[in-house]
């Protein structure tokens, strides 16, 4: 990679668990899971955004769904135990996890919520989601990510 990396806060406590990954940038102007995944050079379905909730308990709860996916709300609510969720508005996001809309990872929030991942997640060797930082994504087996927070697999997304 020629240059020093900088590492994120998701970086930093891999390192510090001795959890193997890898880490990628791209082109943060490419928005789109697609675009993101092609410039990776993964198929789409091995990458996976951060969506946080909030169910009408108050408490928040994090998914997640491949990014080309949509978040069933019904399916995570179930998951949750929870009456009804709905997504977390997006100036909550910042102070609630310390993560920007596009930067946000399951790793490293503020708090340590309840977090799920789309069950499609056991299909791939890898997986990709963000380092915490627009333009940083990590890679690494789903057990590995299960060592570094606890994450249970669900079906979450929607049927198409």
Do not use: W
């Not at 951060?50 to 978040?71: I, N, R």
């Amino acid at each position: 990679m020629g240059k020093k990396q900088d590492k994120t806060n998701v970086m930093r406590i891999l390192d510090q668990k001795k959890i193997n990954y890898k880490c990628f940038e791209y082109d943060n102007t490419k928005l789109s899971a697609t675009q993101v995944a092609q410039s990776l050079n993964i198929k789409v379905g091995m990458l996976f955004k951060t969506l946080v909730t909030v169910a009408k308990s108050k408490e928040h709860y994090v998914f997640m769904v491949p990014a080309e996916k949509e978040l069933d709300l019904k399916k995570a609510a179930k998951a949750a135990g929870e009456k009804s969720i709905e997504m977390l508005p997006q100036k909550e996001l910042l102070p609630l996890t310390g993560y920007i809309h596009g930067g946000c990872s399951p790793i490293g929030m503020k708090k340590q919520y309840k977090t799920f991942i789309d069950i499609t997640a056991v299909d791939h060797e890898e997986i990709f989601f963000s380092a915490g930082k627009i333009g940083h994504q990590v890679c690494m087996p789903l057990t590995s990510l299960q060592k570094a927070i606890s994450v249970t697999p669900i079906d979450i997304v929607k049927d198409k």
